[in-house]
């Protein structure tokens, strides 16, 4: 009867401890997480937008001309495309554009709507289409005036654009005038408010770059006339490269 005894006694000891563990184990959950408080309700928020602008001086210049070869003759337009575009290609080399810079492409259709001249459903048109990509100056000036010696029609006149690595450079700067932008914005809101600001609870980045222009402003050139084709000067200018950052802060 004695064992018995013990052992109840040694059962409701070890409960009542194990039930005093599990009570101060939800009392500190309790405090921790705070259920009574609701976040959806109780958290107030201000959403800004910041912004930033940098000028500079693009370091990239991009020419795409193009050249129209007709003949009823397919084969004679094709041999006139391939003649002309080797000459081209070794021209540009000379002068000093590398391979990687040039992008080339053909393509061709039947003139069979010839408005406002009469209809040719004999002729066959090839065209021949580049995109000289380079990041010298003095070679964009070069290029550009040879290309006008030979009368094509597109992009001649060298447009302006930001390199990838100018770009990354460009928005390592502005990133952080664009957050101190929008970071302004919220404090003079905030205070307004009479409230002042908290953590950041999302932040969302982007960014727009200027639009390229012709260097020399003129965005097609083609020379109306057999008489030699007059060097534009490239002038190099600025461009604009824009950030945008919207930011979400607690309000306290």
């Known amino acids: 009867m004695i064992g018995i005894k013990n052992n109840k006694l040694s059962f409701t000891t070890d409960y009542k401890i194990i039930s005093a563990v599990l009570l101060i184990i939800i009392i500190v959950m309790t405090i921790v997480w705070k259920p009574w408080q609701s976040s959806s309700s109780t958290v107030r928020k201000i959403s800004v937008s910041g912004q930033a602008t940098i000028k500079s001086v693009p370091d990239e210049f991009v020419l795409s001309p193009y050249f129209e070869y007709t003949n009823a003759d397919r084969a004679k337009a094709s041999d006139e495309l391939s003649k002309q575009s080797t000459s081209i290609n070794a021209k540009l080399k000379e002068i000093g554009v590398k391979d990687e810079q040039i992008k080339s492409s053909t393509s061709g259709y039947d003139r069979f709507y010839g408005y406002p001249t ?51 450079e460009l928005q390592d700067q502005s990133r952080t005038k664009a957050i101190d932008d929008a970071k302004s914005k919220a404090q003079k809101s905030a205070s307004q408010l009479g409230s002042k600001l908290g953590v950041v609870i999302t932040i969302s980045e982007g960014n727009s770059y200027g639009t390229p222009i012709a260097y020399s402003g ?29 930011v979400e802060y607690e309000l306290k």
């Open 118 to 168: 009469p209809a040719d459903s004999s002729a066959n048109t090839l065209q021949f289409q580049l995109t000289i990509t380079l990041n010298d100056k003095d070679v964009a000036q070069k290029v550009q005036d040879y290309l006008l010696t030979l009368k094509p029609k597109g992009q001649i006149s060298p447009a302006a654009q930001f390199s990838e690595s100018k770009k990354k």
């Open 218 to 246: 003129l965005s097609s050139l083609e020379s109306k006339t057999d008489s030699s084709a007059v060097s534009v000067p490239v002038q190099t200018g600025q461009n604009d490269f824009s950030y945008v950052v919207s």
